[in-house]
């Protein structure tokens, strides 16, 4: 998560200008029909959000959103090219158009929003930023940490979080850097440091990477709001509504109980707003530029918002974490969409 930037530099001006020029020669999405398939910018590895295996296949909870938009725009949830970016790479490569969408562990921020000529899409997964700490260190809250080393990724929100909660509370702390969040990991592991910062969601997946996953504890503190979502280039708005509400079709799918695995079935269903969700009836998709069973393809072909959580990152993948903030609203979270209408 690139910490906020005061101010464009030249280059990234450059680059914003020829992704707008792009824009405006061609739209993002006459450009990815052209192709044939999405350009699709991930994490380089990070385990339940996006992580190749052995074989190059690409899996988790960002992959399977651009899988998502990739079925809606295209009718095939497999015409997605991922391309893996760090942190420091990742604004550029979508200001350049080598990527049609960034959907990768990125903290919504004004700076971001206002400067970088770029939209956030909306938010895919609500985090906050925390502390792994050895068990054997023998500490319990954050604020025994005065005085320690902590592995942290260079390019982040999260340098910048850890110096104002560090100042705040009157302690110190010695920075040890690293470019990458496999690098932090490493770190930590080998000892570099006591502590290791980073959003929790992004802890509980680099946990799984340790030597010895059960010596290390995440501890209770949050100490920020990490809004992630996808983005794409300002400019372009039909590409910004249908990233949008590719989104908020996956998260109204969870509320109003359509699955992959029924869609097919409540296609026939006798309420109005799931026959609206699935392009039945209601809206259509040539608003957008798109066919009219889209939304109909992203459910049916890659599921919705709990389907996507539940296998990649929640209780039936390895990191386990509960949905918390990430329940919908109705069931004691923060996740809403606004409907389809």
Known sequence: MLKALVKLTLPAL??????????????????????????CGVNTGLPGFSSPDDKGKWSGMDVDFCRGLAAGVLGDANKVKYIPLTAKERFTALQSGEIDVLSRNTTWTLTRDASLGLNFAGVSYYDGQGFMVSKDLGVTSAKQLDGAAVCIQSGTTSELNLADYFRTNGM??????????????????????DVLTSDQSQLYALRLRLSN?????????????????????????????IVKWSLSVMINAEELGVTSANADKMRSSANPSIKRLLGVDGPKGKGMGLNDDWSYQVIKQVGNYSEVFETNVGEGSPLKIERGLNALWSQGGILYAPPVR
């Open 14 to 39: 450059l680059l914003t200008s020829a992704g707008l020029q792009a824009n405006q020669a061609g739209s993002t999405l006459e450009t990815v029909k052209e192709k044939g398939f999405l350009s």
């Open 172 to 193: 110190k702390y010695q920075p040890v850097v690293f470019d990458t969040s496999d690098g932090t990991a490493k770190g930590f592991d080998s000892g570099r440091c």
């Open 213 to 241: 996953p059960g010596k290390a504890v995440v501890l209770p503190e949050v100490i920020s709001k990490e809004p992630l979502g996808p983005l794409v280039r300002q400019g372009d708005d039909q590409w910004f509504n």
